[in-house]
């Protein structure tokens, strides 16, 4: 049922083609042209950024071709060298035996200034060798390196991508340019830590300058102060499903618009010491994988590298907090019970328990200023806070520092979400009844009477009576949670409304304001101190959904039958109904501009423990997605 999602877009491509070659007509079709070895080519993976010896006149690049056979030689040509700085040989030749060439590249080191890194450009000349698959050019810079001088031991973690324990990690400033450092073999160290062997290529550094105001990264030209810029760093991590190595890529070094100041702020000095040097510095990269074109996308996010500067303490301001369940006591007062663990350095925490219908950076806030009402917490265990009731909720804490003076400071702020059950549960039997249901059918509203029964499967509800067209079963199921006494409906298959082959009916979650449904997620039903039945977004989605529909499910479309009210109302005979006859009476869709959603599950959201840093940054996980393709600048 997953591929109703790309069933509109489908129908809307069909649209597009409306006027082109039909189905039937016999388009030409032309074959890509075959690879051999006479097609050279400069791989991807070279760096863009190659360090000289000051000790040596010459080092070599390799051009590639796809596979052995014959001697080749082929023309080069180098530009953009307008200092004369580099000489570049006329011709490479590959051996008959081999897929890769050395180019050897000479140069004279008393010309160069310390890190200055100069552009040159090598290009494939000869004619009739092109690869359309791969480049004939490489543009690089490179230059001799000013010498580094150790400070000291920084702490690093990359929690981005591998473990959020810090690491002692050597840390070197540039003797010439004092804006740039580097860490000494950080990747070694955590992939030791993790018994993963380092790939051969791993890099030695992870190098990153500290910017300002009127820097100039490629076309870009700094405003800000306090951006940080690394280069592209092998971290020698092979990957065990694609089999390469994973980059670390500043956003920079992207297209589109990842050329934009604004896209590299989470590249950053988060912290200063009193003398204006860096404190804290973080990352936020892109995990990239060169062959694949493509990884993971961590630039807009805090927390992904950290790297914390020799000679400052680390302090540990974190809570954490767990569900435990539910009490009750003698007076009939019920509670959340939570356990809390405080971070060593934490004077106090401040506990507060909101619905999930707050807006948590609020609830921070009405902490912090003490308009919401809070439980403070000096000391590990379990914490009991009074409820409204069933429900779901968040709860949220802020933690404080004090010092020697005793003055409180909030530090960070975290929270858990739950479905609490107050005490009573609702048992399957009281959804079982008659109940009324206001729909639209034929673009007509009409109010409908249900029957909602236990179905044959223990755990399962039927529901009778939504779509009463003669001779239809309407049926569809809902699915009885016992441990919250609620009801959930999933997207479902259904009898079919039409004999036409390829054509099936589904009842599925939808939001008719948005123009959405979605074959992935659910909503959920609620009884309420009315004896009324409620329907609502199913907390976690990633979609809005707040209503149900019947929609017809074809390969050219999706056709909209009819939606409904979230509220199912105990039944009234005052209430008047309608009947309905031709099961195929169906019209196009109601909403012209309906879309079909899918709800990709990349978060769970349930129990998640999130953290504010210094309560200025902003909510984040560590969620790892699939992997998504980017084109390099």
Not at 13 to 25: K, N, Q, S
Not at 131 to 159: K, R
Not at 178 to 195: D, E, F, G, H, M
Not at 402 to 423: K, L, P
Request: proline residues 4%.
């Amino acid at each position: 049922m997953k591929s109703i999602n790309k069933l509109f877009g489908i129908f809307m491509a069909l649209c597009l083609l409306l006027g082109g070659a039909a189905c039937t007509d016999e388009v030409e079709y032309t074959g890509a042209e075959l690879q051999n070895a006479n097609q050279p080519y400069f791989p991807t993976n070279l760096a863009s950024k190659i360090d000289l010896s000051a000790d040596a006149t010459s080092f070599t690049v390799e051009v590639s071709r796809l596979a052995t056979g014959t001697e080749l030689t082929v023309d080069l040509v180098k530009s953009g060298d307008d200092a004369g700085l580099f000489t570049v040989p006329a011709t490479a030749t590959f051996a008959a035996d081999a897929m890769t060439a050395a180019i050897t590249i000479g140069y004279d080191p008393a010309k160069f200034e310390l890190d200055v890194y100069n552009p040159l450009t090598i290009t494939i000349a000869t004619e009739g060798l092109d690869n359309p698959y791969s480049s004939n050019t490489y543009s690089f810079t490179a230059g001799i390196p000013a010498p580094y001088e150790t400070i000291g031991e920084a702490t690093f973690a990359d929690a981005g991508y591998f473990t959020d324990t810090f690491f002692k990690v050597e840390l070197q400033q540039n003797s010439v340019d004092a804006s740039l450092y580097r860490l000494v073999n950080p990747y070694a160290t955590v992939l030791k830590a993790l018994n993963v062997a380092s790939s051969a290529a791993q890099s030695p550094y992870l190098t990153f300058k500290l910017l300002k105001p009127g820097d100039v990264v490629g076309d870009v030209t700094i405003s800000s102060t306090g951006l940080v810029l690394f280069e592209d760093c092998n971290t020698g991590y092979t990957h065990p499903t694609y089999g390469e190595d994973l980059y670390l890529l500043h956003p920079s070094r992207f297209t589109g618009n990842f050329q934009n100041e604004a896209m590299w702020t989470y590249n950053k000095v988060v912290s200063y010491k009193e003398d204006g040097s860096p404190a804290i510095v973080q990352l936020a990269p892109y995990y990239f994988l060169m062959g694949q074109s493509g990884g993971w996308n961590y630039t807009q996010a805090d927390g992904a590298i950290t790297i914390v500067f020799p000679d400052v303490v680390i302090t540990d301001y974190s809570v954490s907090m767990s569900y435990e369940g539910s009490f009750t006591d003698p007076n009939g007062a019920n509670y959340v019970l939570a356990n809390v663990n405080l971070g060593t350095d934490v004077f106090e925490a401040r506990l507060a328990l909101v619905s999930a219908n707050t807006d948590v950076e609020s609830a921070v806030a009405g902490i912090i200023d003490g308009s919401i009402e809070t439980t403070n917490v000096r000391e590990n265990g379990q914490v009991q806070l009074l409820s409204a009731g069933n429900g779901t909720y968040y709860l949220v804490a802020v933690t404080y520092s004090r010092d020697e003076s005793g003055v409180e400071e909030a530090q960070e702020a975290s929270y858990i979400d739950f479905i609490h059950s107050a005490g009573a549960i609702a048992p399957i039997d009281a959804y079982v009844g008659q109940w009324m249901l206001q729909g639209v059918i034929d673009n007509k509203v009409t109010n409908l009477p249900l029957t909602i029964a236990k179905w044959k499967e223990e755990g399962f509800l039927t529901v009778k009576g939504a779509l009463p067209y003669a001779g239809y079963d309407d049926t569809f199921l809902l699915q009885y949670d016992p441990v919250s006494g609620y009801v959930i409906l999933p997207p479902q298959e259904v009898a079919p409304l039409t004999a036409t082959e390829g054509v099936s009916t589904l009842v599925v979650p939808c939001n008719m304001d948005e123009g959405a449904l979605s074959v992935e997620e659910t909503i959920t039903g609620k009884l309420d101190e009315y004896g009324g039945l409620s329907f609502y977004n199913t907390y976690g989605n990633e979609g809005n959904w707040n209503t149900f529909a019947y929609v017809l499910n074809s390969n050219s479309g999706v056709q909209l039958v009819s939606y409904y009210s979230s509220y199912f109302a105990p039944y009234t005979n005052a209430t008047t109904t309608r009947s309905f006859v031709g099961a195929n009476n169906t019209l196009p869709l109601f909403k012209s501009d309906m879309k079909l959603v899918k709800v990709e599950k990349q978060l769970n959201k349930k129990s998640a423990n999130l953290v504010i840093k210094n309560l200025n940054g902003s909510w984040s996980d560590k969620s790892h997605k699939e992997i998504s393709r980017i084109q390099l600048n």
